[in-house]
């Protein structure tokens, strides 16, 4: 569950009581805030030498939690700088409400502190033995209590979690309810003529998208089976490969109007076949017999596929076959090939497709919402703005159509999105989450959003889903390597990057990301090399510019870095603040935010962190991004 759950269960007090927040006080259901207040503790009574509450009796020391308000950490040790006791006492609110949200939160806290405190290079000989007197700490020796702080708050959430009450680090691994996993695999063509792929991969959506609607089933992404098409690998193989428990394979017949199915299901683990499916009918049939293939793997696997589950995919299907089937070639132009290969044919077939199928019927709301799918892919490719009005054009077009899908909100949200309309993209994906919170693009566009607003700790754990769905496709690791870096955790970072590097070796984004992961971890050499293979299989890729001025400037080689291109983190990197920001200024008066978790941990801006206007900004960051988290990071919660 994407939702940490608490090991107290309602009515149930567990706990040593110095430590225990107050709803464990009252015996409710807990998660992961209460081992917040508990770090709260730990940090008061290290930088203080006490306990917030003290009595003879567990039940006493209880009661206190729940009832009094602790003193002011500085009325007993005038040396913690007063941000410090900010978050000592905002770790012990009684209303977990007003806690902190998320280790990284905290953690964010305490990193900024630190920055704001001066330090010295050596340690005080000797630290106060009775925090309670009054006196005053010297300037390290402040800088080595937060120190200490940060690394005792580093330790209870990430080196020692079994310690803790939720199963997860907040902000650090995802999680989900599934207890079975299917591919369906891309259903062979056995029609005489050999032209029935659309059909075949097409398939694979159909079935799936009915699948998603099982909470317990995770069913792989299309973009990640269409590799097996016509392998020759077992299905043993292809489990292992996809992390799955079962695998559907089958073929199809086509002469005429005819059209013969034939379905096997597979227990990966032993590769016997569970069931088999032949089915001979029209082709008008078609939609009835993706419904009883999914209706038989739920019951085969001993799972729910209800009549309702079913009632929004029998809403979008057409009268017309021939409209279907001008859509479904459309999709298999983009779904099978142009995400995988990112060739301009393959796009342009898609949209002759889409075309053909408006010419049938205008208003059938599933070819924009293609459509808009095939543009994004595009604009990623080229960051042309027209590609990008087509997004938003054909996402306004679906919604118009049918605002009934859950598709069609998420396409809303996102064109508010973009225009940073944020308070009006809101409710589109509430809409969207709650038709199909299992939902392949509900939950990497809703990611997306996230980490766009910088809420990192919103977005791993549903980008970590969207990997199990779709382990072969490369943008989702992309943007959960970039929401790692964004919390400080490079490590994690650069492993989801070599990961996307590892699917296709001569991808020029995935050989620049990692090449600019490489700079930030002092590897300039290797990044040299990456930064060559891009330019061996993409020679006038956009972006090679930009990072390897990176480069240059991280090694101090100003002129190469200058003349190549001139950004905020290479201005940043030379430590030319002025310059720096200059640039953060311009961007903020035309409407542009920074990201508080970018400014705090991303190691192009360390130079600036010093500057006092530098800091400003990021006490302005830090406020839109508390604002953030308060009005948007429910959506899965």
């Given at each position: 569950s994407l939702k940490a759950k608490g090991a107290t269960g309602p009515g149930i007090m567990i706990g040593t009581p110095a430590y225990m927040s107050p709803e464990q006080v009252d015996g409710e259901e807990t998660d992961h805030r209460a081992d917040i207040y508990a770090l709260g503790v730990i940090l008061y009574e290290m930088l203080t030498g006490e306990l917030?509450?003290?009595?003879?009796?567990?039940?006493?020391?209880?009661?206190?939690?729940?009832?009094e308000k602790p003193r002011d950490p500085r009325e007993l040790n005038p040396g913690i700088p007063?941000?410090?006791?900010?978050?000592?006492?905002?770790?012990?609110?009684?209303?977990?409400?007003?806690?902190?949200?998320?280790?990284?939160?905290?953690?964010?806290?305490?990193?900024?502190?630190?920055?704001?405190?001066?330090?010295?290079?050596?340690?005080?000989?000797?630290?106060?033995?009775?925090?309670?007197?009054?006196?005053?700490?010297?300037?390290?020796?402040?800088?080595?209590?937060?120190?200490?702080?940060?690394?005792?708050?580093?330790?209870?959430?990430v080196l020692f979690p079994w310690l803790r009450t939720d199963e997860a680090v907040v902000g650090e691994a995802g999680g989900t309810d599934w207890t079975v996993s299917i591919a369906?695999?891309?259903?062979?063509?056995?029609?005489?003529?050999?032209?029935?792929?659309?059909?075949?991969?097409?398939?694979?959506?159909?079935?799936?998208?009915?699948?998603?609607?099982?909470?317990?089933?995770?069913?792989?992404?299309?973009?990640?089976?269409?590799?097996?098409?016509?392998?020759?690998?077992?299905?043993?193989?292809?489990?292992?490969?996809?992390?799955?428990?079962?695998?559907?394979?089958?073929?199809?017949?086509r002469e005429g109007d005819s059209i013969r199915v034939n379905a096997n299901l597979i227990d990966a683990k032993t590769g016997f076949q569970l069931w088999n499916r032949n089915y001979t009918r029209k082709i008008e049939s078609l939609f009835a017999i993706q419904d009883e293939i999914s209706t038989a793997i739920a019951k085969a696997l001993e799972l729910e596929l209800t009549q309702n589950m079913l009632a929004e995919y029998r809403s979008r299907q057409p009268a017309d076959m021939e409209l279907y089937e001008k859509y479904m070639q459309g999709m298999y132009f983009i779904l099978s090939k142009y995400t995988i290969t990112y060739q301009e044919e393959d796009f342009q077939e898609a949209m002759a497709m889409f075309d053909q199928a408006r010419e049938i019927d205008p208003d059938f709301a599933l070819i924009y919402t293609g459509t808009a799918w095939a543009y994004w892919h595009r604009y990623q490719i080229t960051d042309d703005p027209a590609d990008l009005q087509k997004v938003l054009i054909n996402n306004e077009k679906a919604y118009r159509l049918n605002p009934d899908y859950a598709d069609s909100n998420i396409g809303k949200a996102f064109s508010h999105f973009v225009r940073n309309e944020h308070d009006k993209a809101y409710p589109y994906f509430r809409i969207a989450v709650d038709k199909s919170p299992n939902e392949l693009v509900t939950n990497q566009t809703v990611a997306y959003w996230y980490y766009q607003l910088g809420l990192y700790s919103q977005a791993i754990p549903l980008l970590t889903k969207v990997i199990e769905m779709s382990p072969f496709y490369i943008w989702p690791k992309f943007n959960i390597a970039w929401c790692y870096r964004g919390i400080g955790n490079l490590e994690k970072s650069g492993a989801y990057l070599r990961e996307a590097l590892a699917l296709n070796p001569r991808n020029p984004f995935a050989l620049c990301y990692y090449a600019e992961h490489l700079i930030c971890e002092g590897e300039y050499d290797e990044a040299q090399e990456h930064f060559g293979r891009v330019k061996e299989s993409a020679p006038d890729f956009r972006l090679t510019p930009r990072y390897e001025a990176q480069l240059y400037a991280a090694k101090g080689d100003r002129q190469k870095a200058l003349a190549l291109y001139k950004s905020l983190e290479v201005y940043a990197l030379l430590a030319m603040t002025d310059e720096a920001l200059a640039i953060m200024a311009t961007q903020m008066q035309n409407g542009d935010l920074f990201r508080y978790l970018d400014l705090l941990h991303n190691p192009d801006f360390k130079k600036l962190r010093v500057d006092t206007r530098f800091q400003k900004i990021m006490r302005q960051a830090k406020t839109r991004y508390e604002e953030m988290a308060r009005k948007y990071g429910d959506l899965f919660r």
């Open positions: 917030p509450f003290t009595g003879d009796t567990p039940f006493s020391v209880g009661m206190k939690h729940k009832e007063e941000g410090l006791s900010r978050i000592v006492g905002k770790c012990l609110e009684k209303d977990r409400s007003g806690r902190y949200q998320s280790a990284v939160e905290l953690r964010a806290d305490l990193s900024q502190v630190e920055q704001e405190t001066p330090s010295h290079a050596h340690m005080p000989a000797e630290m106060p033995v009775r925090p309670g007197a009054k006196k005053k700490l010297r300037p390290a020796a402040i800088a080595a209590l937060i120190l200490v702080a940060f690394a005792i708050s580093f330790a209870y959430f369906v695999l891309p259903f062979a063509d056995l029609s005489p003529q050999g032209d029935q792929a659309h059909i075949c991969d097409g398939m694979v959506e159909e079935i799936r998208g009915r699948l998603v609607k099982i909470d317990q089933l995770k069913p792989i992404s299309r973009t990640s089976v269409v590799r097996y098409r016509n392998t020759d690998k077992s299905p043993q193989q292809i489990a292992q490969e996809l992390n799955v428990t079962h695998i559907l394979e089958g073929s199809i017949q």
